[in-house]
């Protein structure tokens, strides 16, 4: 039961207006909120959450029609406690958000996994992620795991002067998408495809700039601004395929007027509104979607992209080795565009060696 890993959450300011989140959503007070119909459930590692719900329960609820539940903080602390609960709510088809002050718990938020999916897809959003360094450390954890196996990672944001170069080969050794903070920048509606794709993300405040979020780990001047975190969150709470969602990182002790508090509340809003906007596009089939087929000067084979006629958005056919048999995978306009030159882009050639 839920109730037995979790305790109500403290917030100091009521909300009064109708319109506001707090007035709508079910909240984990004197006792613990019936969760039968509800879609997303926010969830706090530790009483520094309380002062991100401060803020975001004051926001507009546009939500009709997506019933939220809060369902409070962690007991206990300690990395292994989110696992549980995390699974429960997968197996009941609600969507975690998880806000913590550390990265640990994440590889708790990968590990619930193990009943739902076989292979599970990674999208980390960050400025540096070391793979290599001690088991404690998250990415190890979940590199090493073979049930859920890691299928798919991708890397968004990071800078190459704060990575370890030992990451990096790893990540191409994997074929794995490895997006650079520059290039994330200059167009992010490139990088959704790799939001897109994955079943769960994590989020870390490090990603973005100090002077936009300075009550989180690792300081530094560079990094996403506040409104390409909140794109960011609406591209993930967009995507059909996502299954649950984390924000790591937040210091309460040195939020400078609890600044990184609020644009927390106000990226989780954007995460919701992504959710409740989503399409209903996710290719299980076919239907609704245009194929294109492309073919190329010096290869016999053709490349099969496939557009969503509900949002616009592009699929590209990866056969696999069963015959017959084949997955939709998420590609950008760009890429099909690409195609027709007789290219490939660099995600599109990453996925077809994972594949192979």
């Known amino acids: 039961m839920l109730e037995n890993w979790l305790k109500a959450g403290t917030v100091g300011v009521k909300t009064t207006q109708t319109w506001q989140l707090g007035k709508n959503i079910l909240l984990f007070q004197k006792s613990f909120p019936d969760l039968k119909g509800v ?27 997506l019933p939220i539940a809060d369902i ?42 193990q009943k739902k999916k076989t292979r599970v897809n990674v999208t980390v959003i960050d400025e540096a992620t070391p793979c290599h360094s001690t088991d404690s450390n998250y990415l190890a954890q979940i590199r090493k795991s073979k049930v859920p196996r890691l299928f798919n990672l991708g890397l968004i944001g990071y800078q190459t002067h704060l990575t370890p170069p030992d990451t990096l080969h790893f990540f191409r050794k994997k074929n794995y998408d490895l997006v650079r903070l520059g290039i994330a920048k200059q167009d992010l509606g490139q990088i959704e495809p790799t939001i897109r794709g994955a079943d769960t993300i ?9 002077s936009e979020a300075p009550g989180r780990w690792h300081n530094t001047p560079n990094g996403f601004s506040a409104e390409e975190a909140c794109q960011l969150c609406f591209y993930s709470g967009m995507s059909d395929r996502l299954s649950s969602f984390g924000i790591y990182g937040y210091r309460q002790e040195i939020d400078r007027n609890f600044q990184t508090a609020q644009l927390i509340a106000h990226m989780i809003w954007y995460l919701l509104d992504g959710i409740y906007n989503r399409k209903k596009d996710f290719p299980v089939s076919t239907d609704g979607m245009i194929e294109y087929i492309v073919s190329f000067k010096d290869y016999e084979h053709n490349a099969t992209f496939w557009k969503s006629t509900r949002s616009g958005r592009w699929w590209i056919q990866i056969d696999t080795r069963k015959e017959g048999q084949y997955e939709l995978i998420p590609c950008s306009y760009e890429d099909y565009k690409l195609a027709c030159k007789d290219q490939l882009s660099e995600r599109i050639l990453n996925v077809f060696e994972r594949y192979l």
């Open 72 to 113: 409070g903080n962690l007991r206990n602390e300690n990395d292994t406690s989110l696992l549980p609960v995390v699974r429960e709510l997968l197996e009941n088809q609600i969507i975690p958000v998880v806000i913590s002050h550390k990265a640990a718990p994440f590889a708790a938020q990968f590990k619930a996994y």
């Open 202 to 210: 994590y989020l870390n405040l490090s990603a973005l700039k100090q």
């Open 39 to 65: 879609k997303v459930a926010l969830i706090g590692t530790g009483k520094e959450v309380d002062v991100v719900r401060k803020y975001l329960y004051t926001l507009a609820y546009t939500f009709s029609g």
